[in-house]
């Protein structure tokens, strides 16, 4: 069984920083596409990032372009999101997915396994 725990989410404000941390137990981690979406109040499941099961093919939505940073350490099973210049319309709900491939998609039914969430807010 495939389970995820996230962390990192909280309060901060515009202009700062986070890092979110998703842990995968359970299968093969380093087989899989990791990625990022997010949900805010309202509003449909977004992408934000995805990076390949080897980490050499990366994409970002083109609102997190230059702020956000995505990385894979597969030794750990783990999944970073590096986030940087925070605004206020970046406050969602984060969740970690688990690709069905190898290869990094923008499309949520790509992805088999989801985390909880974690919530980011970002105040003006």
């Known amino acids: 069984q495939v389970q995820f725990v996230e962390s990192g989410g909280g309060l901060v404000q515009a202009g700062g920083s986070l890092r979110l941390v998703c842990t995968v137990s359970?299968?093969?981690?380093?087989?899989?596409?990791m990625a990022w979406f997010r949900q805010s109040a309202g509003r449909e499941r977004e992408f934000v990032a995805t990076i390949s099961a080897t980490g050499s093919n990366i994409n970002y939505s083109a609102s997190v372009k230059g702020r956000f940073t995505i990385s894979r350490e597969d030794g750990e099973n783990t999944v970073f999101l590096q986030m940087n210049g925070l605004k206020p319309e970046d406050t969602a709900v984060y969740y970690c997915a688990r690709g069905r491939s190898v290869l990094e998609y923008d499309d949520a039914y790509r992805y088999d396994y989801w985390g909880q969430g974690t919530q980011v807010t970002v105040s003006a």
């Open positions: 359970g299968g093969e981690f380093g087989f899989h596409a």
